[in-house]
């Protein structure tokens, strides 16, 4: 059974930073291309970042270039989102999802091609 749990989320004041975290399990990690989407209250969820399996990285966020990076560790089964210098227009449910095995053009803006998704952890951030 495949599981995403992601971690790390919480409150924060504008500029502060934090790490999130997502353990997978029930797959080959190497295989699989994973990203880092978000939803804010009463908006679209947009993709941030996708890590093909292939090794690329895809950036989607414009507005978070330069204060978010995406790293994996596969020997760790952890997709990681290191956030920095935070804003209020950050605050959003952050998901991790997952999509392969080995599937050409897993990774999109929209995510539709990854088929297992975590249940997000909660971001806020205050003025």
């Known amino acids: 059974q495949v599981e995403l749990v992601a971690s790390g989320g919480g409150s924060v004041k504008h500029g502060g930073s934090l790490r999130l975290s997502c353990q997978i399990t029930g797959l080959t990690f190497d295989d699989y291309s994973v990203g880092w989407f978000r939803q804010a209250p009463g908006k679209e969820r947009e993709g941030l970042f996708c890590?093909?399996?292939?090794?690329?990285?895809?950036y989607y966020t414009k507005s978070v270039q330069g204060r978010f990076t995406v790293s994996r560790d596969n020997a760790k089964n952890t997709l990681y989102l290191q956030m920095m210098d935070l804003k209020p227009e950050d605050t959003a449910m952050y998901y991790c999802?997952?999509?392969?095995?080995?599937?050409?053009?897993?990774?999109?803006?929209?995510?539709?091609?990854?088929?297992?998704w975590g249940k997000g952890t909660l971001v806020t951030i205050s003025s």
């Open positions: 999802a997952a999509g392969g095995p080995r599937q050409a053009g897993a990774c999109s803006n929209s995510g539709h091609a990854l088929q297992y």
């Open positions: 890590s093909a399996w292939s090794g690329a990285t895809a």
